[in-house]
């Protein structure tokens, strides 16, 4: 992936209204209850990224993107213990 494209991504997930959590390397939506990991946000073609963005987020809980699936149950309970 070059730079433009990465910038392009960040552009587009801040227009969203995520904002990147630089501790945990997450883009973080806390409207939506979405987050990015970085990995992911680099990998995913910018065009799946923008399906990702827009789809509606069924359920009360938070909803993780990593590269390779979703993290365990235990990281996804911590992280949304830690994340509200």
Known sequence: MNLTELADKERILEEAGY????ERALYLNRKTK???????VEDMPLQELQQKIAEDAAG??????????????YIQQKLSEILG
Do not use: L
């Open 60 to 73: 009360p809980g938070w909803h993780f993107f990593f590269t390779g699936g979703p993290p365990s149950e």
């Open 19 to 22: 904002k990147y959590h630089f």
């Open 34 to 40: 979405k987050a990015f990991s970085i990995e992911f």
